[in-house]
């Protein structure tokens, strides 16, 4: 077989006695999974352990060969196994000679090129190989050589006799063979030579007598055109090394010595029983020559010896083969039936024959038996399958019919038809079954797949032994009645009775159907056995009599009625007998009777109907109903009967019905019955319409039988119950087609002209429109809320309202819209408020949603209210669908984040609806929820809040309810309150003042608006807004309840969050969802990651996860890494959308970075921000432990030096703002007390176990059982029962704190706390106690010095810390009950540190206040100087006046509302009658606009005047000052506005003049300095009014002049003094700043201003005339130069300070300035205003406008001729500095870059070339020369 298998491989292993190890090895090595081999063969070497592998395929050979090692497994252990390749192939063991060699049409493949050992022979040695051809492959078979084609003849092995021809057909004969080989051999060898036909191999092999031969034919084959044409191939066989003998019998070792005595040595014998022969193998091929010339003699006998190829699988016998035959056939018998099956189902029979085929068989059924015929092709086949054809047809005819079985019945002779058929009955349907029956026999046989017949047996018997069973009991079987009553015998059967009975005799039968007692079917036995067992279940059933009302009894009489109750009854198991006046019962327990009896109690029951009106019972609607109740009452089976007795009517019956005819008759006899009606009429104005003008629309009520008359608040309507309500019906649609309108008038004067005016006016407007007009006494209150279904309020002093109201009618500041994720108003509250909105809000949400996409559950959008909703904005709130992992946090989080919108739109109201409601959200869950972050925000948000009151608001009851119960669990409160108090108007303050004059800082933020004053925070540490709007803020706090949209959590880069305390904290409150999150976005982190997840419960939206580094102390890029990080993590929060952000002091704990290190960082990072201008970004905010005490100091300190004016409150005094938080201290010897709003709070010494307050604090340990200090004293005066009392309660879970009885204690409770020795914790510990104390309604509470005794902590810290939480409590919760808090101090000594604390904390004396902001640093350089010498021209010295330019409002007092009443026919009517009010209020009421610029000049003394003036004069007042631009509005009524009006100007005319001497003073102020002294002393100024008025009077060329010097007159002599005043003399002098003036001017002694005429053709004169004719032709008359000091001063002062601010001094440009006659002394005296703009041209901003060209300015637009038509125009020095393109509307020079404060110093038409030039700062040009020209 080595050519099928030519792949070699040896195998080696040590000796061993592993039984069957060839078959073992086969299985490993053909197995691809244990050692990678496939298809081989096994060879045991004859001598020595090891093995001889060949592998078909050579893919197989090389996977074992690249195995690293191999084992066998054993039982008792494994063979190791070792594989290699062979160093050179032996010979093969079998049929392998020297070589051998194929022929055929395929290419030559290698062959050996060496004569292997032994070669030569009768060729002679091997010819020459193939051109081409190299050796052989390492595992090839060297036993043939490669096939040969057409080419040269390849060698051929000299031993080598016979040939294989293959590829023969199956039809060639043995003869064909002989002829083609005598045809290819010629005459040669043509009688030397044998064939042997092997049709199995499509194979002959040729046998010559010499090598030579054999050789020459394998050289002539392929050149036979026969042999080319049938595409035969030829090859040698080698020469065999075995030997077959026909003989079996004979013993091994006597053949081993018959072959040794011959001198040859057999290798192995091997005997083939079976085949009777043996197979002897040799070692080489010459042994078997040697024996096939001369067999050996056996018994005088030769052995018969035969050749055995092993490739062939056979021995060659030559003339020898003896001749085949066909076995005889074979007779197998089979039951007929089955024969008849197979007859009657072909596709079996071909089945068989198909199977036979294999075999070269066929089948012929006989009667009782098979047929078996070999057919010829048998003859081909190979010997063995000729030989074991018999056994092979037995065998396969015999599992075949295995398939089948037959199964035999046999019933009686008289029963066998019946029989038939139902066993042909039961095989219907059974397709693969036959029934064969045999009558004769008397036998039914069922034959066909075994399966189906073993499935068959069972019925089969059955259904024939019932056939026998059930003729039998046809004969013997009886009838007859069991003495049970038919119900009973139901209720026995119920239990089970009857399939008891019929599981014993189940051929008994019952019949119930009739008759009172049931029969039964059976034998005689059967009947007696079931009788007995009946009556004895009969007898123990128990039994009870039951009382029911006589009309139930009544009604159980009846037939039909016995049938249904006992049907009833039987549900329970029981039945009931009914006597004369009593019911009894029958059930199997007691139980089952109790049942009973409760149910026919409960089910049958009589109601009684009281008539009201007894005459309706003898009415004959009454009969009428009666009758069709008793028709009705047939129909339904009598499950009712009514009765009347006297003025009452009984229904007795089923529940059901009982209820709900007796419900039918009650209605009848209430609608029925005689009443008495009123319908309130609201407003009075309807009524009396109806009274005087609508009688009409109560003509409906006429014919109804109702009386109508009017009563004093409505009408009163008598008659039948349902004609009055019909005729109620009536009314109020009347009272609807009233048109009806409230007009509210809410004008100054209104009132005056309707109540107080000399004409009637509402009767002459009721006589032209048909309409009723009253004034109403009750005005509606703007906005007033309804009536809430409860009331509550929070810890903090928020009112908790609820409300069943509608939302869009809801007059809250802001509402709560349950939104869809993509804010779509299609359903519910959404469509109802679009509806009440209009479309624009649709249009608002649309905007959001393309901006932002869908909204995730928890997140809220913010949009205008507008159309008929009484809110101003809406809330739409996403919230999420019902689930029970984390729909109730995002819920929480749609509320709260509801909540914060809310307070940052400033609202004081908030309507909330049951948000998620309609999203499967459990009703009662849901309310818990929304209640529950109600709470939650208040308590956190403390006093920083502009919510008053939160609304939960519903149109349905459930809900209301549910959200009722929600509040009363959550805050208490009392129900049914009064109405809430009208809502707020909008948070506007009725005055309000411009900002403060800004100051040049380094900061780039800018203070808040003004607002009004917030409350104290005392955890804010600090706060302030950018410029860009951003909010930064420091406060103590937990980070963990942040409510920001990001919390920033620490990690370390195992990402585990149960380490460190920032991150355990937020794990803790987060839950483990959190930790979840994180893993599945990271399981391992590097530095600097920041890793972003959901909230998970929080109260925020994100967490942003940061890896922050330890600190390297400056080795490495810590700090770098730590900058990025915050830089991170604000870039991450604003591309997120999130409006705010919380971190914590990050990397000042365990990673070790300095405090203010951290603190740069993170703020630099908060400004770099800032200065991108965040587009969602609104709020920073830093959380600081409020334990970590060295911190919270550094981060206030830092804060304070870089904002030395924000808000919020120091470390060391966050509790105490100025002006102090406490009242002063009042002190004596032993104590110290002050007040905090109306709470008490003091220190005492003395003994604290004889206060006699609420409540006494212990500071005890853990366990609550310290016996030592103050805990020892208390324990022992409170008595053993408080000791044990807290033995109890300190081994159960607490926070640290428990409350207990007083004990023997003269207070109500003790308050046990865990002592503390760290200030923030004592902090927190009276903290948390004040609020257990407000909780339980307590009023006063006595603390210990907590800390201060054992625990060593310093007094004045303790002190310190206990009042700041003090002041926390109180601050947070203003209506606390709480009205003393004391501190009892032992130790007297500490009572002074104590006071100072209390001292530091209270309210400082006015003057003595340290407010005042740093130093900044000083200017140097003359800039500095200058800008110091006139910095009164920048900032007013009065803190009360605003800077010009300031925008305020003064709003007008509001009047009292006036409300018309409007009624008419219809709203047409009602719609004239209010044009003709409001007709006659435009004519008698008067709006007079007073535009003044001086209105920017007001005093706050003068703005409080005109609010005083509008109260006295009832006119309406309105001052508005914006963009620069003032105003006043006087509104009243017509007749009295002109007085009010002359008065108002009179204000602004002395405003005008305070603000021009204010202006003068300041400026000349930079220019002369007027100064006193007293002799001996240094000179002092003057203020700078005092400095103006000396001023002046020396211009006018005064004497003296009186002035005021610190409140006394004095009289100074001009122009050197001295002052004096009685005996008092002051020196006095001038000096003149003026040292920068033009040389070319003339002399100026004053300070005043001149204009001095130039000299024509002078250089001067010469220089402005050819400016101006450069652009202009006219005539130039006259050249003035204007002198003013002041000006001029004040615009080098501001040209100095461009240029040094643009860093260029290319910033002034000499323009041109068209004016006229009127305006020249002012521009010369004062400068040009820009508040004048508009007055000619604004075409690029609201400024001043110079030209480029004189040519311009000359048109009579700007230089208007006077009368001799002289014209006047202006040569200026501006200083135009950077400028950029002007735009129309502008009243600013726009910034130079976004980010950037700096500004455009100008404007200009065109950049490139401008022809003009716009300025928007009066003082940045000069008027140098006026030019009069025409």
């Known amino acids: 077989m080595a050519d099928s298998y030519p792949h070699a491989l040896l195998v080696e292993f040590e000796p061993n006695q592993v039984p069957k190890l060839k078959n073992k090895l086969t299985k490993y090595f053909q197995s691809k999974r244990l050692s990678g081999g496939g298809d081989c063969t096994v060879e045991l070497r004859a001598r020595g352990p090891g093995a001889e592998l060949r592998f078909r395929a050579q893919r197989d050979q090389r996977s074992v060969l690249d195995r690293a090692s191999h084992q066998l497994s054993l039982e008792d252990g494994a063979l190791r196994l070792t594989v290699r390749l062979p160093e050179q192939e032996p010979p093969s063991p079998s049929d392998s000679g020297p070589a051998s060699l194929q022929v055929g049409s395929s290419t030559p493949s290698p062959s050996s090129s060496s004569s292997p050992p032994g070669g030569g022979g009768e060729g002679g040695s091997l010819p020459t190989p193939l051109p081409g051809s190299g050796a052989p492959r390492p595992g090839s078979s060297p036993s043939l050589l490669p096939r040969s084609t057409a080419s040269p003849a390849p060698s051929v092995a000299p031993r080598s006799t016979a040939s294989i021809v293959e590829n023969l057909a199956a039809d060639v004969t043995q003869e064909f063979v002989e002829m083609l080989v005598e045809n290819i051999m010629k005459k040669q060898a043509a009688e030397g030579f044998t064939v042997e036909m092997i049709p199995a191999l499509k194979s002959a092999v040729v046998s010559f007598k010499t090598g030579q031969d054999n050789a020459e034919f394998l050289l002539r084959c392929p050149g036979n055109r026969t042999f080319k044409s049938k595409a035969l191939t030829g090859r040698a066989l080698a020469p065999p090394t075995q030997l077959l003998l026909e003989e079996a019998g004979l013993n091994e070792d006597v053949l081993l010595m018959l072959f040794e005595k011959d001198g040859v040595e057999a290798q192995k014998v091997e005997v083939d029983a079976e085949r009777q022969r043996t197979v002897v193998s040799f070692s080489s091929a010459a042994d078997v020559q040697k024996l096939l010339q001369k067999p050996p003699l056996m018994r005088k006998k030769e052995?018969?010896?035969?050749?055995?190829?092993?490739?062939?699988?056979?021995?060659?016998?030559?003339a020898d083969k003896p001749p085949l035959k066909l076995p005889p056939p074979l007779v197998l018998p089979a039951d007929p039936a089955l024969l008849q099956l197979l007859r009657s189902r072909p596709s079996e029979l071909q089945e068989l024959q198909t199977q036979l085929q294999n075999i070269w068989s066929r089948a012929e059924l006989l009667q009782d038996a098979l047929k078996l015929s070999p057919e010829p092709r048998l003859l081909q086949q190979e010997e063995a399958e000729l030989q074991g054809w018999s056994a092979s047809a037995r065998s396969l005819v015999s599992r075949f019919l295995s398939r089948f079985e037959v199964w035999k019945l046999n019933p009686p002779p008289d029963l066998w038809k019946q029989s038939l058929e139902k066993v042909s009955a039961l095989l219907v349907g059974r397709a693969q079954v036959l029934l064969v029956p045999q009558e004769t026999d008397g036998l039914l046989k069922v034959v066909g797949p075994r399966s189906d017949i073993s499935e068959l047996q069972e019925p089969l018997c059955e259904s024939v032994n019932s056939i026998i069973k059930r003729a039998r009991r046809?004969?013997?079987?009886?009838?007859?009645?069991?003495?049970?009553?038919?119900?009973?015998?139901?209720?026995?059967?119920?239990?089970?009775?009857?399939?008891?009975?019929?599981?014993?005799?189940?051929?008994?039968?019952?019949?119930?159907?009739?008759?009172?007692?049931?029969?039964?079917?059976?034998?005689?036995?059967?009947?007696?056995?079931?009788?007995?067992?009946?009556?004895?279940?009969?007898?123990?059933?128990?039994?009870?009599?039951?009382?029911?009302?006589?009309?139930?009894?009544?009604?159980?009489?009846?037939?039909?009625?016995?049938?249904?109750?006992?049907?009833?009854?039987?549900?329970?198991?029981?039945?009931?007998?009914?006597?004369?006046?009593?019911?009894?019962?029958?059930?199997?327990?007691?139980?089952?009777?109790?049942?009973?009896?409760?149910?026919?109690?409960?089910?049958?029951?009589?109601?009684?109907?009281?008539?009201?009106?007894?005459?309706?019972?003898?009415?004959?609607?009454?009969?009428?109903?009666?009758?069709?109740?008793?028709?009705?009452?047939?129909?339904?089976?009598?499950?009712?009967?009514?009765?009347?007795?006297?003025?009452?009517?009984?229904?007795?019956?089923?529940?059901?019905?009982?209820?709900?005819?007796a419900h039918e008759l009650d209605h009848f006899l209430k609608q029925n019955a005689q009443i008495q009606e009123s319908v309130a009429v609201k407003p009075a104005a309807k009524l009396e319409y109806l009274r005087q003008l609508g009688k009409s629309k109560l003509d409906a009520l006429r014919g109804k039988n109702v009386e109508v008359s009017f009563a004093k608040d409505g009408l009163s309507l008598s008659g039948a119950r349902a004609r009055v309500e019909v005729g109620v019906g009536l009314v109020r649609e009347a009272l609807d087609s009233v048109a009806f309108e409230a007009l509210v008038?809410?004008?100054?004067?209104?009132?005056?002209?309707?109540?107080?005016?000399?004409?009637?006016?509402?009767?002459?407007?009721?006589?032209?429109?048909?309409?009723?007009?009253?004034?109403?006494?009750?005005?509606?209150a703007a906005g007033a809320f309804p009536k809430p279904v409860y009331e509550a309020q929070t810890p903090d002093g928020?009112?908790?309202?609820?409300?069943?109201?509608?939302?869009?009618?809801?007059?809250?500041?802001?509402?709560?819209?349950?939104?869809?994720?993509?804010?779509?108003?299609?359903?519910?509250?959404?469509?109802?408020?679009?509806?009440?909105?209009?479309?624009?809000?649709?249009?608002?949400?649309?905007?959001?949603?393309?901006?932002?996409?869908?909204?995730?559950?928890g997140e809220c959008e913010v949009t205008n209210a507008g159309g008929t909703l009484a809110c101003r904005k809406i809330i739409h709130a996403v919230g999420p669908r019902y689930d029970q992992a984390h729909a109730a946090s995002l819920l929480k989080r749609a509320v709260r984040r509801s909540l914060e919108l809310a307070e940052q739109h400033q609202c004081e109201s908030l309507a909330v609806p049951a948000v998620s409601r309609n999203r499967n959200f459990p009703l009662r869950e849901c309310a818990r929820v929304i209640v529950s972050a109600v709470s939650e925000h208040c308590e956190e948000r403390g006093a920083r809040r502009s919510l008053k009151s939160v609304h939960l608001v519903s149109n349905e009851e459930a809900a209301v309810k549910a959200m009722e119960e929600a509040v009363k669990q959550e805050f208490g409160g009392r129900g049914g309150a009064a109405a809430p108090p009208a809502a707020p108007p909008a948070p506007r303050p009725a005055l309000v003042l411009p900002p403060a004059p800004k100051k040049p800082v380094a900061s780039p933020w800018s203070g808040p608006l003004v607002s009004p004053p917030a409350p104290v925070d005392p955890n804010c540490l600090g706060k302030e807004v950018t410029k860009e709007g951003l909010e930064f803020s420091i406060i103590k706090g937990h980070l963990e309840k942040a409510t920001t949209d990001v919390i920033v959590n620490t990690v370390t880069a195992g990402l585990d969050l149960n380490q460190g305390a920032v991150s355990k904290a937020i794990f803790s409150a987060a839950g483990p969802a959190l930790q979840t999150m994180v893993q599945a976005k990271q399981t391992q982190a590097t530095v600097g990651d920041v890793i972003v997840t959901e909230g998970a419960n929080l109260n925020c939206q994100k967490v942003l996860h940061a890896v922050a580094p330890h600190n390297d102390n400056g080795q490495g890029a810590a700090l770098k890494l730590l900058d990025g990080v915050f830089r991170d993590c604000l870039s991450k929060a604003e591309a997120l959308g999130m409006t705010s952000i919380s971190f914590s002091a990050m990397g000042t704990g365990n990673l070790g970075f300095p405090r203010p290190e951290v603190w740069a960082l993170l703020l630099e990072n908060v400004l770099e921000i800032s200065r991108k201008t965040p587009k969602n970004l609104r709020r920073v905010q830093v959380v600081l432990f409020p334990g970590d005490a060295q911190t919270i100091q550094v981060f206030s300190d830092e804060f304070q030096k870089k904002f030395p004016k924000a808000g919020g409150s120091s470390a060391a005094a966050a509790a105490a703002p100025p002006g102090g938080v406490f009242s002063k201290v009042v002190s004596t010897s032993s104590s110290h007390e002050t007040k905090m709003g109306g709470v008490s709070v003091q220190v005492v010494t003395g003994d604290i176990t004889k206060e006699t307050t609420d409540v006494i604090v212990n500071s005890s340990n853990e366990k609550f059982s310290l016996k030592s200090g103050v805990s020892k004293a208390i324990l022992e005066a409170a008595g053993p029962a408080v000791e044990k009392e807290c033995l109890t309660l300190g081994a159960q879970p607490n926070d640290g704190m428990i409350l207990t009885q007083p004990g023997n204690l003269r207070c109500q409770k003790i308050l046990h706390l865990v002592g503390q020795t760290d200030l923030g914790k004592i902090q927190v510990s009276v903290r948390d106690a004040l609020m257990l104390c407000t909780k339980h309604q307590l009023r006063s509470v006595a603390f210990p010095a907590i800390g201060t005794g054992q625990g060593s902590v310093a007094a004045r810290g303790v002190a310190d810390a206990m009042f700041d939480a003090v002041i926390d409590v109180l601050t947070t919760n203003p209506s606390s009950s709480l009205k003393t808090v004391k501190v009892v101090i032992f130790q007297k000594p500490m009572l002074k540190d104590f006071h100072d604390s209390l001292q530091h904390r209270a309210a400082t004396p006015s003057g003595q206040q340290q407010n005042a902001a740093p130093d900044k640093p000083k200017e140097t350089g003359v800039l500095g100087a200058l800008a110091g010498r006139i910095k009164s021209i920048f900032a007013p010295a009065s803190p009360q006046k605003p800077a010009s330019g300031g925008d305020f409002v003064i709003e007008a007092v509001k009047p009292a509302p006036l409300c018309f009443h409007i009624c008419g026919d219809s709203a047409s009517k009602v719609s004239a009658a209010k044009k003709k009010i409001n007709s006659i209020l435009s004519k008698n009421l008067a709006s007079v606009p007073i535009p003044d610029e001086s209105v920017l000049s007001l005093s706050a003394e003068a703005r409080q005047q005109l609010v005083e003036l509008q109260r006295r004069t009832g006119v309406g007042i309105r001052v508005e000052a914006a963009s620069g631009r003032g105003s006043i509005t006087v509104e009243g009524l017509a007749i009295e506005v002109p007085d009010v009006t002359n008065k108002?100007?009179?204000?602004?005319?002395?405003?005008?003049?305070?603000?021009?001497?204010?202006?003068?003073?300041?400026?000349?102020?930079?220019?002369?300095d007027w100064q006193y002294a007293r002799t001996g002393d240094d000179y002092k100024s003057f203020d700078a009014k005092t400095n103006y008025e000396l001023e002046q009077a020396l211009e006018k060329n005064l004497k003296e002049v009186k002035v005021k010097l610190?409140?006394?007159?004095?009289?100074?002599?001009?122009?050197?003094?001295?002052?004096?005043?009685?005996?008092?003399?002051?020196?006095?002098?001038?000096?003149?700043?003026?040292?920068?003036?033009?040389?070319?001017?003339?002399?100026?002694?004053?300070?005043?201003?001149?204009?001095?005429?130039?000299?024509?053709?002078?250089?001067?004169?010469?220089?402005?005339?050819?400016?101006?004719?450069?652009?202009?032709?006219?005539?130039?008359?006259?050249?003035?130069?204007?002198?003013?000091?002041?000006?001029?001063?004040?615009?080098?002062?501001?040209?100095?300070?461009?240029?040094?601010?643009?860093?260029h001094s290319n910033n002034e440009r000499r323009l041109f300035h068209g004016t006229s006659a009127d305006t020249v002394p002012l521009i010369n005296e004062h400068g040009f205003n820009r508040s004048y703009a508009g007055k000619n041209a604004t075409a690029y901003g609201n400024g001043t406008y110079f030209a480029v060209n004189a040519s311009y300015s000359s048109s009579n637009t700007y230089s208007r001729p006077s009368a001799n038509g002289d014209k006047l125009m202006y040569l200026c020095s501006v200083l135009t500095g950077d400028f950029t393109a002007g735009a129309q509307g502008m009243i600013d020079a726009p910034l130079k870059k976004s980010g950037s404060i700096q500004k455009f110093d100008s404007v200009v038409d065109n950049t490139s070339s401008p022809s003009m030039f716009i300025i928007f700062h009066d003082n940045h040009a000069y008027p140098e020369y006026l030019i009069t020209f025409r």
């Open 745 to 780: 008038v809410v004008k100054h004067g209104a009132r005056k002209v309707f109540e107080d005016g000399e004409v009637n006016y509402l009767a002459s407007i009721g006589n032209q429109t048909g309409c009723l007009v009253a004034i109403a006494d009750d005005v509606p």
């Open 474 to 661: 046809e004969k013997d079987q009886v009838t007859e009645q069991v003495k049970v009553p038919m119900r009973v015998f139901h209720l026995l059967s119920r239990d089970g009775l009857q399939q008891k009975l019929l599981a014993v005799y189940p051929e008994m039968q019952f019949d119930t159907r009739s008759g009172p007692f049931p029969k039964v079917t059976g034998l005689t036995e059967e009947i007696a056995n079931a009788n007995k067992l009946i009556y004895e279940a009969m007898l123990a059933l128990e039994k009870q009599n039951v009382d029911l009302d006589r009309y139930v009894l009544e009604f159980m009489r009846g037939d039909e009625q016995e049938e249904q109750i006992n049907a009833m009854l039987s549900r329970n198991h029981a039945v009931y007998e009914s006597a004369e006046s009593r019911v009894r019962l029958l059930a199997f327990t007691e139980e089952d009777l109790s049942d009973a009896q409760e149910l026919l109690k409960t089910q049958l029951v009589s109601q009684y109907v009281k008539a009201e009106d007894g005459d309706v019972l003898r009415s004959g609607e009454w009969k009428q109903l009666l009758a069709r109740v008793q028709n009705d009452h047939e129909k339904e089976r009598k499950k009712v009967q009514v009765l009347t007795q006297g003025d009452q009517v009984v229904v007795s019956g089923f529940r059901d019905a009982v209820a709900s005819l």
């Open 798 to 857: 928020v009112r908790v309202f609820v409300a069943n109201a509608d939302m869009c009618g809801y007059p809250a500041h802001a509402i709560v819209n349950a939104a869809v994720e993509d804010l779509q108003l299609k359903s519910g509250l959404a469509a109802a408020l679009l509806k009440a909105a209009g479309p624009q809000l649709q249009v608002e949400c649309d905007r959001i949603h393309v901006s932002k996409g869908d909204l995730s559950p």
């Open 1606 to 1703: 610190n409140g006394q007159e004095y009289t100074v002599k001009l122009p050197k003094g001295p002052a004096s005043r009685g005996g008092v003399s002051l020196s006095v002098q001038r000096i003149n700043k003026m040292s920068d003036l033009p040389e070319s001017w003339e002399n100026m002694n004053t300070s005043g201003t001149r204009a001095v005429p130039l000299t024509p053709g002078s250089p001067e004169y010469v220089t402005v005339e050819q400016m101006f004719k450069a652009s202009c032709k006219l005539t130039i008359t006259k050249i003035e130069r204007i002198q003013n000091p002041v000006l001029w001063q004040s615009l080098q002062i501001k040209r100095r300070a461009m240029d040094q601010r643009n860093g």
């Open 1544 to 1568: 108002i100007h009179e204000m602004l005319k002395a405003a005008r003049h305070e603000e021009d001497l204010s202006q003068k003073a300041a400026l000349l102020s930079a220019m002369v």
């Open 303 to 318: 052995l018969k010896l035969y050749p055995f190829y092993q490739c062939l699988g056979r021995a060659l016998y030559g």
